[in-house]
């Protein structure tokens, strides 16, 4: 099993740009989360699905989307991008009645 | 905001010596994980305990629980160089498995 796969492990855009990264697993998990994490800080949860086709919103949303149109698949948009969304994402997801998150390798994003 | 306060923020020791980190937290719980993360990379799950236990052990892991001061400790004997990582506690914040909220981080650093 590959696990959590994210890609691209880097990106750089410019300001109003939009982009998806994108997170697939192959474990079979019904949750899946995105989260973000700055220099020096612990993770902060931006969405969330609990299935597909169920998404929503975490504790920073703002200036991102999600869908969940298979259970393998819970791409996050970047509508414009900004400079306060400079960050590394990380994916994760979790089930079977677990309560471990497995976690992708992370995106390094630079909004410039 | 985040649920969990992690203390010290930052943490040097000497091979062999043991390495205490501890989290605390604001609302109620279910469980309680600890996660690693080394550098650059995504968190790896390390233990979990849960609201109605009081101690667990994993190896040369040690975590306790005290929901009466909303706390928790993180106990690494006999450390070794492959420590060297950051430390997060995360809870579920009496949500679910899908919605973790993490702490800052202890980074500790083991000098060989």
């Known amino acids: 099993n590959a696990g959590v796969t994210q890609t691209p492990k880097f990106q750089v855009l410019k300001t109003g740009q939009s982009m998806t990264l994108q997170c697939a697993q192959d474990m079979n998990h019904e949750y899946m989360s995105w989260y973000r994490q700055d220099p020096g800080m612990g993770l902060r949860l931006i969405h969330y699905s609990v299935g597909a086709g169920i998404t929503d919103q975490g504790e920073v949303p703002n200036g991102y989307n999600v869908s969940r149109s298979t259970t393998e698949d819970f791409p996050l948009r970047l509508l414009s991008a900004a400079p306060s969304q400079t960050s590394v994402y990380f994916c994760?997801?979790?089930?079977?009645?677990?309560?471990?998150?497995?976690f992708g390798p992370g995106t390094r994003l630079t909004v410039t | 905001s985040q649920q969990g306060e992690e203390d010290p923020q930052a943490l040097s020791i000497q091979e062999g010596e043991n390495a205490t980190m501890n989290c605390s937290y604001k609302?109620?719980?279910?469980?309680l994980q600890w996660y690693r993360q080394n550098s650059g990379r995504g968190l790896v799950h390390l233990i979990l305990?849960?609201?109605?236990?009081r101690e667990k052990h994993s190896g040369r892991l040690r975590v306790t629980l005290d929901t009466s001061k909303k706390s928790s400790s993180l106990l690494i004997t006999a450390s070794r160089a492959a420590d060297t990582a950051s430390y997060f506690c995360a809870t579920d914040a009496g949500w679910g498995a899908q919605k973790l909220v993490f702490g800052q981080g202890t980074r500790l650093t083991i000098n060989p």
């Open positions: 305990i849960r609201s109605n236990e």
């Open positions: 994760a997801s979790t089930g079977g009645g677990s309560y471990e998150q497995y």
């Open positions: 609302t109620s719980i279910n469980n």
